[in-house]
């Protein structure tokens, strides 16, 4: 496949580890090494932040849907991989390696729009983490999510000890990190892991209708709604309330706010652009 050209901006398709799709103002990132259930190799962590980089400078992507190939999302490091390097003895410290994941993270973080985990099958490792550090989870009825950690003795990565006390509260997320048991999909679902849990068979189509809904949305409000609240995770009243005041000021200014209010008044559905 060649590269696209996305209207704005460069919009690279061609990447060795990850598919892209792009339809309706949604891109999907599809991490694909099925054979290995999506494993991380350097490349697919490189090529991940350069594609999440990519679509935050895109304004035609209005929501962004991180997935797995096959029958997983993902199984974490490519063991193997990481192993080999190893070997190799020019292993970097693990820290610094796990500074390319983070990159992955704060991408995810700083979109200026929604970024939607879709999980089918296994999410286990830092692939699990990286579901987390997205705003929102959907997953499909056959999904399992495994801080895959303490089985091989290390501590959650990919900014687990940040998403998952916070998403499920201290005790939850101490029992997944230490006992490293599989969560089942109507688990998460019901401890608020993941935001939906859908049949496998309408998973696709569920993914689609959110993501399209969200893509449809006021995006830019969006973007701001992501700034308040994650600002908020970390600071008291006064600043959150502060922030809030500042970012209305700002949602104030957009075309879609002008539409928003001029559909309600005159009683049909808001055609928002994103602007
Ligand atoms: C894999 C992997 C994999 C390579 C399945 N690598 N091949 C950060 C920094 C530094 C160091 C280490 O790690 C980290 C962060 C982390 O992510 S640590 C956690 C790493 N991940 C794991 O420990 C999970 C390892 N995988 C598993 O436990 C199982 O594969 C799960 C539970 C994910 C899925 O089990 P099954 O559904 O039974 O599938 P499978 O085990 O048969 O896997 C299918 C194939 O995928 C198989 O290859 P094969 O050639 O036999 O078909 C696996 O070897 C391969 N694979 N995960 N992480």
Known sequence: MGIAYGMKNMLQTDYQYLLIHEENGV????????????AFNEEMIAELGDALEAAARDEAVRCVVLTGAGRAFGSGQDLGAFAAIHASGEAPKVSEHLKKYH?????????????????????????????LACDMRIASDDARFIEAFARIGLVPDGGGGYTLPRLVGLGRALEMAMLADDVTAAEAERIGLVNRCVPAAQFDAAVK??????????????????????????????????????????ALQTEDHREGVAAFLQKRKANYTGR
């Open 27 to 38: 891109l999907t990132i599809t991490m694909n090494r099925p054979e290995v259930l999506n």
């Open 209 to 250: 209708a959110f993501a399209e809904r969200l893509a449809s949305g006021p995006t830019r409000a969006y973007g701001l709604m992501k700034q308040l609240m994650y600002t908020s995770l970390e600071s008291d009243l006064q600043t959150s309330l502060t922030l809030e005041g500042e970012l209305q000021d700002a």
């Open 103 to 131: 990159r992955i993270i704060f991408a995810i973080h700083n979109m200026p729009r929604p970024v939607i985990a879709a999980v089918r099958g296994v999410a286990a490792g830092i692939s699990c983490n990286i579901a």
